[in-house]
């Protein structure tokens, strides 16, 4: 199988050196010959040799020279130095612009086998190491993000294409998107995935404790401040940091961070020195950047910066053929998760899943799944939907949970209409607001402060109403 065996490129000016060695390996390689280095260095892109045996002394371009213009192609072949002269600085020089091994002439035939063999072994190594790692990375990447929607398909391939590059990126989506999952992922699949991921969530720490969390802060540098402390920045050297919900960011941190991007440098809190680390910085937020920069609540120069590459994730009503798949994903892992065996939902559960708006996309579908599969009962699935917000025409298409349509536990069945005005307002009022408050629940994950700020109503008279109203996690 002639077409099998590996093609090494010979460039020597003197022709006998490709003709010994032809004649002592014709059975083993096929040999291709160039007299000069322009000759061959042409020659390596048009027969694409599988190693080269390169003559150091050579009339018009050194065989040191041609190395360097080897060197700038990508994937270029191993190569053997050979050379009349072993003056060590030849060696030197050859090894440090990467030459695979240095054979000294009169050669011995065997010896140049056993160095072609040894090297073309290695290689072949390299590549199937090379090869498997990147089936792996696809294969988690894939296993990881479920969906195969032509949308979340480009997300794949964008993430992809800027892992394994230094690029700072921002993720922007609507809560429950999988921002976390998409971070770890370009994490996961990048060169810094030996090292560590570091997650800091802007909007989890108070604003005065950010900057010590963030940059650390040197001893004596505020009332506590008893010993010198890293930052995070520090802790996640040659790693990465994922800067959640950066919208939150105080605008007197923004600053400190884009000095970060820019020179890789901040100082402590109270510190003087500089320090330096090598981060990559991949940021998310659900909020509107371009909006927070035009009330002055985002500096601009931050968010080009941060804004490198963007990866968008859609809202799950975006990407409604991608339920079925996630709906499977979630049974199975909830199955393996509680020890339960639920096959599949009924294609009428299913029908019912593809009308509703998904505010809380895919946590609040994984949320809803994990319940059926944990209460064994898909039925409840109508239950949960009640005051969902569907799609605009396609409410009446399942009046079971049409947000107009009263539910047991809401306050004015519908069956004792009454016909006092009042009552009537106060009904509709009390149906409203309890909608509200359970989609605010969802959206905050049953994070009742945050659902309260965003209702603008105290923490006391949330409790109150999630009482009232009946409302509980599971429901
Ligand atoms: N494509 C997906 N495949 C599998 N699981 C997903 C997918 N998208 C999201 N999830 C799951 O949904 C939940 C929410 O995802 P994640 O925490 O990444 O969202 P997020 O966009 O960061 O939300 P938030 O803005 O609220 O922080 C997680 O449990 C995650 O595992
Ligand atoms: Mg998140």
Redesign the pocket.
């Given at each position: 199988m002639r077409q099998d065996r590996p093609k090494i490129l010979v460039i020597d000016d003197d022709p006998k050196v490709k003709w010994l060695l032809s004649e002592g390996l014709a059975n083993y390689f096929d040999f291709v010959s160039a007299t000069s280095g322009t000759e061959g260095l042409q020659m390596v892109t048009i027969e694409k040799p599988n190693l080269i045996l390169l003559d150091i002394k050579m009339p018009e371009m050194s065989g040191i020279d041609v190395l360097k213009k080897l060197n700038k192609m990508d994937n270029r072949p191993e190569v053997i130095m050979l050379s009349g002269h072993d003056e060590t600085h030849y060696v030197v020089e050859s090894m440090k612009n990467g030459a695979a091994e240095f054979i000294k002439k009169p050669f011995d035939i065997k010896e140049v086998e056993i160095h072609i063999n040894a090297i073309l072994e290695q290689n072949r190594l390299k590549q199937e190491v090379t090869h498997l790692r990147t089936e792996l990375k696809a294969k988690s990447l894939y296993d990881?993000?479920?969906?195969d929607s032509p949308k979340?398909v480009q997300v794949k391939g964008l993430v992809e294409q800027v892992a394994d590059s230094e690029l700072t990126v921002l993720?922007r989506?609507?809560?429950?998107?999988?921002?976390?999952?998409?971070a770890r992922m370009i994490h996961t699949i990048s060169s810094r995935r030996d090292e560590s991921f570091t997650k800091v969530n802007c909007a989890a720490i108070p604003r005065d404790l950010l900057e010590a969390e963030l940059f650390g802060y040197e001893k004596g540098a505020f009332t506590g401040a008893h010993k010198t402390k890293p930052g995070r920045f520090e802790v996640a050297n040659k790693g990465t940091m994922f800067l959640?919900?950066i919208g939150d960011m105080p605008l007197e941190l923004q600053s400190k961070l884009l000095q970060v991007l820019e020179q890789q440098e901040f100082v402590r809190v109270g510190g003087i020195t500089n320090i330096h680390v090598d981060v990559r910085i991949i940021c998310?937020t659900?909020r509107n950047l371009e909006e927070a920069i035009s009330r002055g609540r985002f500096r601009e120069d931050l968010f080009y910066r941060l804004n490198e590459i963007t990866v968008f994730?859609p809202p799950l009503r975006d990407r409604k053929e991608?339920i079925s798949l996630?709906v499977n994903?979630?049974i199975d892992k909830y199955n393996k998760l509680y020890q339960r065996s639920l096959s599949q939902i009924s294609q009428s559960a299913m029908d019912q899943l593809m009308v509703v708006s998904w505010p809380g996309?895919?946590?609040q579908l994984?949320n809803m799944i994990k319940q059926v599969v944990v209460r064994g009962d898909e039925s409840i699935i109508n239950d949960l939907l009640i005051n969902q917000p569907t799609e605009p025409g396609q409410s009446s298409r399942v009046s079971s949970y049409r947000p107009d349509v009263a539910s047991p536990s809401n306050p004015g069945n519908a069956n004792q209409e009454s016909y006092s005005l009042k009552q009537v307002v106060a009904d509709a009022v009390s149906r409203e607001e309890k909608a509200m408050i359970s989609r605010v629940l969802t959206k905050t994950?049953w994070n009742r402060r945050k659902a309260a700020d965003l209702l603008e109503i105290s923490y006391r008279s949330l409790l109150y109403k999630i009482k009232e109203y009946g409302l509980n996690e599971l429901k």
């Open positions: 990881a993000f479920i969906g979340i993720i989506g609507e809560s429950g998107t999988g921002k976390e999952i998409i959640d919900e998310a659900n994730l991608d996630l994903y979630f996309n895919v946590r994984e994950n």
